[in-house]
């Protein structure tokens, strides 16, 4: 990579490491918003309501930590980031002492910030190296998640009963162990401060959204959501419809490691066929996957089909979000890309909360198969339409 060899670059590294550990929690909150949720939760239809207001934090919390990174660096945002993942654990520590379920959503939604401020780490790494290979560094930056798949199951395995009688507690005060020392890296990480920007106008700064109107940038929005939103659509319910169907919670767990390994595994590789073909063509695989993903949901309820179903929305997740994120990267100018990314994540926050709260609801009164069917649909209908789209590009 020339002077910008990854190996080299001490920023990224620096990044990387910080993204690695304070990323181990997203697997994690996978597990313990359902399990929680189902113990303390009033009714069973409420059970995932934690994951579900995790992610409509995100929707809140996502233009507010881009405009603070845009104001006074990347790195006063995702350590404001690993403050909120701090503070949430011990909320969600407090919860389950206490038996309150309100307290464990307030918990989930600082938990559910920190997540999305963590989701800036791809476009601080494109900004570490030269434009050719930010396609390959937002990829690389992703491979954390692989770690992560690995070691926020096991820490959850080895402390869920750490604070027994309670059970999940320990896995809780772990959680914010582990994020205050992902924060160490980040600290120690030197990154470069923003460019000094003139003060600007209420109606300037609504004026500079005009971007948004650009068709890359509309595309890449909306491939970004789409495949945001479908992976929660089918992962937030998972470890509830498991249970539901006689597995244990061992059981769950192991879907959801291998899940994220699928979400990751495949970014060792993707922002190469990036730079080979693109990021339009991969990010429309990445859709497609994700349709073939419905339907091992849709066939049948063993352990089998309930692996096939993750593992196939994990890769399609992963082609579908770094090809988005590598369109929008060299699709924005510097000045615009503040507020142009915060703008970005909001909307796949938004779409990620609708599709959450969906889930829920969908899997607690009609199930697994009519929910898996009700995904492939919305996927069909988003890949005609963002294909007409990316067809009237130049």
Not at 6 to 23: D, E, F, K, M, V
Not at 89 to 99: H, N, T
Request: contains cysteine.
């Amino acid at each position: 990579m020339r002077n910008s060899m990854l190996s080299r670059n001490g920023s990224y590294l620096g990044l990387l490491a910080a993204n690695t550990i304070l990323g181990s929690s997203m697997p994690m909150l996978i597990i313990l918003g359902g399990l929680a949720g189902m113990m303390l939760a009033p009714s069973a239809a409420l059970s995932t309501l934690p994951a579900s207001l995790s992610t409509l934090a995100g929707l809140f919390a996502a233009a507010p930590f881009s405009l603070m990174m845009g104001r006074w660096g990347r790195k006063a945002g995702f350590v404001a980031g690993g403050a909120c993942a701090i503070f949430g654990a011990l909320l969600g520590l407090w919860a389950l002492l206490s038996g309150s379920f309100v307290l464990l959503c307030i918990g989930h939604m600082a938990l559910g910030a920190a997540l999305a401020c963590y989701q800036f780490f791809r476009f601080a790494a494109a900004e570490t190296v030269s434009p050719q290979w930010q396609p390959v560094a937002i990829s690389l930056m992703l491979t954390s998640g692989l770690i992560a798949a690995f070691v926020g199951p096991q820490v959850f395995i080895m402390t869920k009963n750490a604070l027994a009688p309670v059970p999940l507690a320990g896995a809780y005060a772990a959680l914010a162990v582990l994020s205050l020392i992902g924060l160490v890296p980040l600290v120690l990480t030197r990154l470069p401060k923003p460019p000094a920007a003139p003060p600007q106008t209420l109606r300037a700064r609504f004026a500079s959204l005009s971007v948004l109107k650009g068709r890359q940038v509309r595309l890449a929005v909306g491939l970004g959501a789409v495949s945001q939103g479908v992976m929660v659509f089918l992962m937030v319910p998972t470890p509830f419809a498991m249970i539901g169907c006689g597995f244990t919670e061992a059981a769950s767990g192991d879907v959801i490691r291998w899940h994220v390994v699928a979400m990751f595994a495949p970014s060792f590789f993707t922002g190469f066929l990036i730079k080979r073909f693109g990021g339009q063509r991969i990010a429309f695989g990445g859709v497609g996957l994700l349709v073939l993903a419905s339907l091992p949901a849709m066939t049948g309820l063993s352990i089998s089909h309930f692996y096939g179903a993750l593992v196939l929305l994990g890769v399609g997740w992963n082609f579908g979000f770094i090809g988005a994120t590598a369109i929008l990267a060299t699709a924005v100018p510097e000045a615009e890309k503040a507020m142009v990314q915060g703008a970005n994540d909001t909307v796949i926050a938004l779409v990620s909360t609708l599709c959450a709260f969906a889930s829920g609801a969908l899997v607690a009164g009609l199930g697994w198969i009519v929910l898996a069917g009700v995904s492939a649909t919305l996927l069909v209908i988003a890949l005609i339409v963002l294909r007409r789209e990316a067809r009237v590009l130049p």
